[in-house]
T-cell receptor
Framework: DQQVKQNSPSLSVQEGRISILNCDYT??????FLWYKKYPAEGPTFLIS?????DKNEDGRFTVFLNKSAKHLSLHIVPSQPGDSAVYFC?????????????FGTGTRLKVLA | DVKVTQSSRYLVKRTGEKVFLECVQD?????MFWYRQDPGLGLRLIYF???????EKGDIPEGYSVSREKKERFSLILESASTNQTSMYLC?????????????FGEGSRLTVL
C-alpha cells in the first residue's frame, strides 16, 4: 500500500524552463512534507519542506505547493538548470505520531536539457 | 554541518553470509533510520531507533535486525543474506525541530548478494 506516490517516473525539461514534480498522498494524518534530491552513488539531500498549516513555501528557485483537500503537493524549480538533473523524492510524516517516521515516494528522475 | 558516515560504500557477499552495515553520525541526534532504495520502489524504511537500545520496525523489517549500543552508531544486520537483499542501503539521522525535522543521509552502501 503506497501511501506516498510519485506517478511520473521521469521528466525532461529544457534549461531555463520550469520543472514541476508532483506527489500524491493517501494518509490524511500526514501534515509535514519534504523534498529530497539524489544524485547517483550519493545519499539524498534535503531541498525544502512544508507544513500543512501552509500552502506554499519558497526557497530560492524551489517552491513547494500543498493542496490538502486534494492530498497533493508539487515542487516547482524555476529556472531549471542542468545541475538539477537528479532523482527527486517526496516524503511525508505525521507530526502527531511522535515516531518521526518518514514515508518516501518512488521518486521522479528529472533531466534538464542544455 | 551534520555528517552521517556509512562504513562501506560497496560490498559483495555470498548467500547465507552475515552482513553488518555500520552508520555513525556526529550531531548527537536521537533518531536514526535505515532505508533501502530499489528502482521503482523508492526509499523503504527498514528499522528506526529513537534512543540508545531502542528500536522500532519500519515497513520492511523481515530479514533484518539492528543494534544501537551508542547514540552515534546505528548498525543494520543481515543475519543470513539473500539475493533479494541486493540493494542500496541508506542510513539517516534526524535533526528534530519540535514534532518534525530534517533527515540527513549518508552516502549509501551498495550491497550485492551473490
Amino acid at each position: 500500500d503506497q501511501q506516498v506516490k510519485q506517478n511520473s517516473p521521469s521528466l525532461s525539461v529544457q534549461e531555463g524552463r520550469i520543472s514541476i514534480l508532483n506527489c500524491d498522498y493517501t494518509n490524511s494524518m500526514f501534515d509535514y512534507f519534504l523534498w529530497y534530491k539524489k544524485y547517483p552513488a550519493e545519499g539524498p539531500t534535503f531541498l525544502i519542506s512544508i507544513s500543512s498549516i501552509k500552502d506554499k513555501n519558497e526557497d530560492g528557485r524551489f517552491t513547494v505547493f500543498l493542496n490538502k483537500s486534494a492530498k497533493h503537493l508539487s515542487l516547482h524549480i524555476v529556472p531549471s538548470q542542468p545541475g538539477d538533473s537528479a532523482v527527486y523524492f517526496c516524503a511525508a510524516s505525521s507530526s502527531g505520531s511522535g515516531t518521526y517516521k518518514y514515508i518516501f515516494g518512488t521518486g521522479t528522475r528529472l533531466k534538464v536539457l542544455a | 554541518d551534520v555528517k552521517v558516515t556509512q562504513s562501506s560504500r560497496y560490498l559483495v557477499k555470498r548467500t547465507g553470509e552475515k552482513v553488518f552495515l555500520e552508520c555513525v553520525q556526529d550531531m548527537d541526534h536521537e533518531n536514526m533510520f535505515w532505508y533501502r532504495q530499489d528502482p521503482g520502489l523508492g526509499l523503504r524504511l527498514i528499522y528506526f531507533s529513537y534512543d540508545v537500545k531502542m528500536k522500532e520496525k519500519g515497513d520492511i523489517p523481515e530479514g533484518y535486525s539492528v543494534s544501537r549500543e551508542k547514540k552515534e552508531r546505528f548498525s543494520l544486520i543481515l543475519e543470513s543474506a539473500s539475493t533479494n537483499q541486493t540493494s542500496m542501503y541508506l542510513c539517516a539521522s534526524l535533526r528534530r525541530a519540535g514534532n518534525t525535522g530534517e533527515l540527513f543521509f549518508g552516502e549509501g552502501s551498495r550491497l550485492t548478494v551473490l
